[in-house]
Every structure is written in C-alpha cells, then in structure tokens.
C-alpha cells in the first residue's frame, strides 16, 4: 500500500513534466513541417513566375524582331519598280513575279497585294521551304491595318501597320505598308508570318 501511494505522485508528476514537452514538441514539428512546405511552395511558385516572365519576354522580343523583318520586307515590295502598274492593271502574274521573290528571300509565310478598293490583287502562302502557292479568296483588305494604310492614316511609328490577323485557317503577324505611284496611293503590301514558328514551344 505505501509502495503504491509513492508511486502514485511520481508518476503523477512525470505526467506533467513529460506532457508538455510532448505537447511543445508537436507544436515545432507542425510549425517546422508548414514553414518547410509554405517555403517550398513559394519557391516554386516564384520560379513558375519567372519562367512565365521569361516566356512572355522572348515572346515579345520575336514580336518585335519578327515586325522589323516585315517592315523592310514589305517597303522593298512597295518599292520594286512596276508593282504600282502592275497593281492598277490588275496584273496577277506581274505582281507575283514582282513580289513573291522578295517574299521568299525573306522567309516570310505570307505576302499579299491589295488594290486602293481593298481587293486583293495578288496573294501567295508559303507551302514548304522557298515554296509558295497563290491564294484565292476575300484577302486581307478588310483588315483594319489594310483600311488604315489606304485610308493614308499615319502614327507616332508612320503609316505602317501590324496586328495578330486570321488568314487560311492559321494566325499570321501581319504588317501593312502603302504602295505609291508617284505621291499618290496605289496600294498596299501585307507581308505574315504564322505564329506557330514564332512562339517558343
């Protein structure tokens, strides 16, 4: 009986001593566990972010490189001598020996000719490596950067235009540019590429 009644308090008091040791012990690895996951969250988080970031900074690099190459693809397709005759006469054939050559030293997947009207008067897809067919259709003359260049209007960049435009069933960067017969609009040139072979995989 006495043996059991020491026993008792020392028992007892293990309990309390043991108890919230155990307690406080639970309480660090929960806290240490969140912590370790909450840290490993964010840096993941944080490195999706960046690769995003990234992505979207190559994107918008290609953007712009891609619209130079344009530029000077479809001011040398403006400028070679006889499209602005040929587009008044409404030379198909003329325009695409005029204009397809330009197009294809340049590796751009699309080019089109467009009248004052806004009719196309020439248009050719590249197909394959340096091949291109002609394209029939409605064109790009109701593209809001082709009515802008015959409309004459002009930006803070000049009276060149581009925009993310559909054209045969893909997405092209286009950009247009005016064709002059003297000082006086005889045209527009849109040159494209697919946004397939821009965007980073």
């Known amino acids: 009986m006495a043996r059991s009644l020491l026993a008792y308090p020392a028992h007892h008091i293990a309990g309390r001593i043991i108890g919230p ?10 806290t ?7 840290i490993v969250s964010d840096s993941l988080q944080e490195r999706f972010n960046n690769r995003l970031v990234d992505a979207g900074r190559v994107a918008a690099d290609s953007f712009v490189l ?31 020996s005029l204009v397809l050559p330009v197009a294809a030293n340049s590796d751009v997947d ?4 467009i009248s004052p009207a806004g009719a196309p008067a020439f248009a050719a897809a590249r ?10 259709g409605a064109g790009l003359g109701g593209e809001e950067i082709v009515r802008k260049v015959l409309a004459g209007e002009t930006d803070a960049a000049g009276d060149k235009f581009s925009a ?12 247009a540019a005016p ?6 609009l005889a045209g527009a ?13």
Do not use: N
Request: aromatic letters at 8%.
């Open 66 to 96: 891609q619209e130079r190459r344009h530029l000077e693809v479809a001011r040398a397709a403006a400028f070679t001598e006889g499209v602005a005759a040929a587009i008044a006469g409404g030379d198909g054939a003329a325009l695409q």
């Open 110 to 113: 699309y080019v089109e000719v």
């Open 189 to 201: 040139v849109v040159v494209g590429t697919r946004l397939e072979t821009m965007l980073p995989a």
């Open 164 to 175: 993310i435009v559909a054209a045969g069933g893909t997405y092209l960067l286009a950009t």
């Open 179 to 184: 064709v002059y017969d003297g000082d006086a």
């Open 127 to 136: 197909t394959g490596a340096g091949r291109y067919e002609s394209v029939a």
């Open 32 to 38: 240490g566990t969140y912590l370790t996951t909450r």
């Open 21 to 30: 040791f155990a307690i406080l012990t639970l309480v660090f690895a929960a």
